[in-house]
């Protein structure tokens, strides 16, 4: 069964300070990963994809087969990042992604 | 890119009753899925709409509850049947256009079955 673990539900740091969003992943093949984003009171929408290796709005994030790990981080936080990010592997083969229970940041002043 | 709308925003229902959503795509998209967001927590896959055939409902989801039709390439709707409090949640349309595999969300609808 394919499955997606984000362990922090609640995640707060301090502006200025490190941030790093994790996601591990059970899946069978090679799944594409990306990071959603959910801001207050906007949709859903994408942060970042895997296979693109880019860095959005400072954000990074590394796939780690070998650990099955997809984690999102940020070196220096802003208070604007402050909303609820959802890892989600695609299964290419079924056509389907699977989110994880998502991690709410919150970036103090 | 893909930017959709979906109808109604919100809505309060009393159990029993059944309400359509719709959801409008400004491209023609081969893939649309309906997405179940409780309060809280993460998005639970209810079904994918393909045009021209049935939708692929996921376990422990079945039609009879949230029939979902797919006109053309650009509609969906989804009907969520004979509710209860338990229905009670936000539901969202998604599409996947296909150039990079990226979805894009609708701004959900937040269903209150009283």
């Known amino acids: 069964a394919q499955r997606v673990t984000q362990p922090e539900k609640l995640l707060s740091v301090f502006k200025g300070a490190p941030v790093e969003l994790k996601c591990n992943y059970s899946?069978?093949?090679?799944?594409?990963l990306f990071w959603y984003v959910q801001y207050s009171r906007q949709r859903l929408q994408l942060l970042l994809r895997h296979i693109s290796r880019e860095s959005i709005k400072g954000f990074t994030a590394d796939l780690n087969k070998g650990e099955t790990s997809f984690h999102l981080k940020k070196p220096f936080a802003q208070e604007e990042d402050s909303a609820m990010y959802y890892c989600a592997p695609l299964n290419t083969n079924a056509g389907k992604s699977t989110f994880g229970d998502g991690t709410t940041l919150t970036v103090k002043p | 890119s893909a930017v959709i709308s979906q109808k109604p925003s919100r809505d309060i229902c009393q159990r029993g009753t059944s309400l359509t959503i719709q959801c409008q795509v400004d491209s023609q998209v081969t893939m649309m899925f309906w997405y179940r967001q409780q309060p809280g927590q993460s998005l639970t896959l209810i079904a994918t709409?393909?045009?021209?055939?049935?939708?692929?409902?996921e376990s422990g989801f079945v039609i009879d509850k949230f029939p979902i039709s797919r006109p053309n390439l650009t509609f969906s709707t989804l009907t969520v049947s004979n509710m209860s409090p338990e229905d009670s949640s936000i539901y969202l349309c998604?599409?996947?256009?296909?150039?990079?595999?990226?979805?894009?969300f609708g701004p959900g609808t937040r269903l209150t079955v009283l």
């Open positions: 709409a393909n045009q021209g055939s049935e939708a692929t409902y």
């Open positions: 998604s599409v996947r256009p296909g150039t990079y595999n990226e979805q894009f």
């Open positions: 899946y069978s093949g090679s799944p594409e």
